[in-house]
């Protein structure tokens, strides 16, 4: 029978290998960070895209679904997301190009006879006599609109446009690797959930894989909050438009969807039209709509968002709000998904150690799928 004294020395040793073990995963991974560093922003993206859409993948590959294949799947939901980002910016290009030969008449008429403050511009409340007089001072003698896009014009110099053309490339290039990353984590993602699942629950237990699928609820919370309430708010504004007259519905619709991410976004969009209605003259169709999209913003932005957001990850209202307004502070729109999954990892550790028996099995834990 071996002794204790024989078995001591196996524990320091056990100790020293863990440790070197933990040093190497360390190094590992600070290497690769620093690797990947310029890359780190559109894998986050994509990573947030496929945790959002995966139900879509499931179903889609499911034998409730239509059954594709795994790489069929991939491909579809790819160019799926391909859509959503390219059909608004082609409509900007397109809308863009047909305003050309207007932009060129009235460039022309500018350089001939000036450019008077439009009619429209006086009826601007409180602001519009001073709008249309600065107006004036500066655009309406002839040759004042070409002096003053000079003026912008040689601000630009040629360092700065290089600078430009780089940032376009650069960003066009994360773009295209954030979509390679998409499409193999919707071909692949299935086993890599798995293996993520079998390390968080060996390494942290019971809680750690809590607070992964809480990661998860609050990754989907996130992008259906802004999103998809986003996209109705957008759409709603369009018909708006449409019913009073306003020029543009489309692109008007389209900058609420993008700023109705944002907290009172989309209640600037909506003011400026009221503002323009006003000055137009149809003061009717200015408070109706004013009106009706106040209520309808309301309602998104305090009943309708806060559901998604909060669902299944029982973040308190005010701080999704500040995890919204803190992330887009400080990474930008990335930020608008960080933000809130963050505060809600660190209120649910809070509750891991709050709780008066941090061993119980009875909450429940929410699916990864």
């Not at 894998?43 to 795994?70: D, E, H, K, Y």
């Not at 859509?83 to 500018?110: K, N, Q």
């Not at 446009?161 to 773009?175: E, N, P, Q, Y």
Request: glycine share 10%.
């Amino acid at each position: 029978m071996r002794s204790v004294a024989d078995t001591a020395p196996a524990e320091p040793a056990d100790m020293k290998q863990q440790t070197l073990r933990i040093l190497i995963v360390v190094a590992l991974v600070a290497a690769t960070l620093v690797l990947l560093h310029s890359l780190i922003t559109p894998i986050l993206w994509a990573g947030l895209i496929a945790m959002s859409t995966w139900p879509l993948r499931q179903r889609a590959v499911g034998p409730r679904g239509p059954g594709f294949a795994p790489w069929l799947a991939a491909a579809l939901l790819t160019g799926a997301v391909v859509g959503v980002f390219v059909v608004p910016f082609a409509y900007v290009v397109v809308r863009g190009w047909h305003e050309v030969p207007a932009l060129l008449r009235l460039w022309t008429s500018s350089r001939e006879s000036g450019l008077p403050a439009p009619e429209w511009l006086v009826g601007v409340p409180w602001l519009g006599a001073w709008l249309a007089q600065t107006w004036n001072e500066r655009l309406s003698a002839p040759g004042e609109l070409s002096a003053f896009v000079h003026s912008l014009a040689g601000e630009f110099d040629f360092a700065r446009g290089r600078s430009l053309a780089a940032l376009i490339a650069h960003d066009t290039m994360k773009f295209f690797f954030c979509l390679v990353v998409l499409f193999f984590l919707y071909l692949d993602g299935d086993a890599l959930a798995r293996q993520i699942v079998v390390v968080v629950t060996r390494e942290l237990g019971p809680a750690g894989r809590r607070t992964l699928s809480l990661v998860v609820s609050s990754i989907r919370g996130a992008v259906n909050g802004l999103v998809l309430v986003g996209i109705g708010v957008g759409l709603l504004m369009t018909l708006a438009c449409i019913v009073a007259g306003v020029p543009h519905p489309a692109a008007i619709g389209l900058a609420t969807g993008v700023l109705g991410m944002v907290p009172f976004g989309a209640m600037l969009v909506l003011v400026l039209v009221t503002v323009y209605l006003i000055a137009v003259g149809s003061t009717a169709a200015a408070i109706v709509l004013l009106a009706l999209g106040s209520t309808a913003i309301f309602v998104a932005d305090h009943f309708v968002r806060p559901k998604f957001m909060t669902a299944g990850t029982r973040l308190p209202l005010v701080l999704a709000l500040l995890g919204i307004v803190g992330g887009l502070e400080t990474l930008g729109v990335l930020g608008l998904f960080v933000g809130p999954t963050l505060l809600a990892i660190v209120v649910a550790i809070w509750r891991e150690l709050a709780v008066d028996d941090p061993g119980g099995t009875d909450r429940p834990a929410v699916a990864l799928e």
